[in-house]
């Protein structure tokens, strides 16, 4: 499931992870649609954006958590925000991995695919 505000980024990210990537992709563009999307979709990843209106992306993945059956399911944050103490944030609010914005669709799913192996690497 990929959460973003905007329209043109959602385009280009579903190409790169549909097409490119091969996932089957749930795009959201807020929050608020993510939380009521997510039940019913399943999904075993979340890419998030961190600014948007409205709930941002900390506060979405936070309600996601509350969710059923989401505690564990890994989430990226994908942001141009990457300053060390904001990507320590993330990680901290418990984000496996941050993609910087903008990003390649062509590696997309490979840069996913690397934070996923980390992440299960991690103790």
């Given at each position: 499931?990929?959460?973003?505000?905007?329209?043109?980024?959602?385009?280009?990210?579903?190409?790169?992870?549909?097409?490119?990537?091969?996932?089957?992709?749930?795009?959201?563009?807020?929050?608020?649609?993510a939380?009521?999307?997510?039940?019913?979709?399943?999904?075993?990843?979340?890419?998030?954006?961190?600014?948007m209106?409205?709930?941002d992306?900390?506060?979405?993945?936070?309600?996601?958590?509350?969710?059923?059956d989401?505690?564990?399911?890994?989430?990226?944050?994908?942001?141009?925000?990457l300053?060390?103490?904001?990507?320590?944030?993330?990680?901290?609010?418990?984000?496996?991995?941050?993609?910087?914005?903008?990003?390649?669709?062509m590696?997309?799913?490979?840069?996913?695919?690397?934070?996923?192996?980390?992440?299960?690497?991690?103790?």
């Open positions: 499931m990929y959460v973003e505000d905007d329209p043109d980024i959602r385009a280009i990210a579903e190409i790169a992870l549909q097409d490119v990537g091969g996932f089957t992709a749930r795009l959201c563009e807020s929050g608020a649609q939380l009521a999307v997510a039940p019913a979709f399943g999904p075993e990843l979340v890419l998030l954006d961190v600014m209106p409205g709930m992306g900390p506060e979405t993945l936070q309600a996601l958590r509350e969710l059923p989401m505690g564990h399911v890994p989430v990226i944050f994908m942001t141009a925000r300053q060390r103490s904001e990507i320590d944030e993330y990680r901290a609010l418990g984000a496996v991995g941050v993609i910087p914005k903008p990003f390649d669709p590696t997309l799913a490979e840069q996913i695919a690397e934070i996923l192996a980390r992440a299960r690497m991690e103790p």
